[in-house]
Antibody, heavy 122, light 113 residues
Framework: EVQLVESGGGLVQPGGSLKLSCAVS????????IHWVRQASGKGLEWVGR??????????AYAASVKGRFTISRDDSKNTAYLQMSSLKTEDTAIYFC?????????????WGQGTLVTVSS | DIVMTQSPDSLAVSLGERATINCKSS????????????LAWYQQKPGQPPKLLIF???TRESGVPDRFSGSGSGTDFTLTISSLQAEDVAVYYC?????????FGGGTRVEIK
């Protein structure tokens, strides 16, 4: 069974930092790209960024709204991906989903975690 | 960035009737090298993450009921639920995965009339 389990969410003050983790199982992590997608309460889906597989040089890409503040990384030996968030703003408040996309077939995101809530507030 | 525009924002359909959702991209998501449209549809029920329904604009994901179908090419796409069931109440999103940043439509809420 494919599983992606996010952790590390919580309450943080504006300007603060937080690191989310995504532990995966049930599929070949090393052959997958990991994308982070967020959703503010009652709002739509916003792509945050992604990291590709080693075959694709662990290439990263980010949404303009988070570029320079967020960093995505991965540890293939631990089947875990990370989202390091810094200089957090109130508008970063959202549920953050870790998702998986096959890095070779071109198919879209096909598995999602349950999400972890990040609240940025003083 | 490719902007995805969905319509309507919401619709109410009687049980057993057809529901149609439209999605328009600001530029083509058709890859001419493989003739595939990089367009997906997701279903999100309250309190749950989205679930992939359709990819390549018209290919159903494994396990998705055949009352769900996708059509369209280039910039204009449609998701059709041929006979709405109670369990189909959800918000539906289109997404282009042709290029980064991946972008989603604003969502369409489907309810029972």
């Amino acid at each position: 069974e494919v599983q992606l389990v996010e952790s590390g969410g919580g309450l943080v003050q504006p300007g603060g930092s937080l690191k989310l983790s995504c532990a995966v199982s049930g599929f070949t992590f090393s052959g997958s790209a990991i994308h982070w997608v967020r959703q503010a309460s009652g709002k739509g889906l916003e792509w945050v960024g992604r990291i590709r597989s080693s075959t694709n040089s662990y290439a990263t890409a980010y949404a303009a709204s988070v570029k320079g503040r967020f960093t995505i990384s991965r540890d293939d030996s631990k089947n875990t991906a990370y989202l390091q968030m810094s200089s957090l703003k109130t508008e970063d408040t959202a549920i953050y989903f870790c998702t998986r996309r096959d890095d070779y077939s071109g198919k879209p995101i096909d598995h999602w975690g349950q999400g972890t809530l990040v609240t940025v507030s003083s | 960035d490719i902007v995805m525009t969905q319509s309507p924002d919401s619709l109410a359909v009687s049980l057993g009737e057809r529901a149609t959702i439209n999605c328009k991209s600001s530029q083509s998501v058709l890859n001419s090298s493989n003739n595939k449209n990089y367009l997906a549809w997701y279903q999100q029920k309250p309190g749950q993450p989205p679930k992939l329904l359709i990819f390549w604009a018209s290919t159903r994901e494994s396990g998705v009921p055949d009352r769900f179908s996708g059509s369209g090419s280039g910039t204009d796409f449609t998701l059709t639920i041929s006979s709405l069931q109670a369990e189909d109440v959800a918000v539906y999103y289109c997404q282009q995965y042709y290029t980064s940043p991946l972008t989603f439509g604003g969502g369409t809420r489907v309810e029972i009339k």
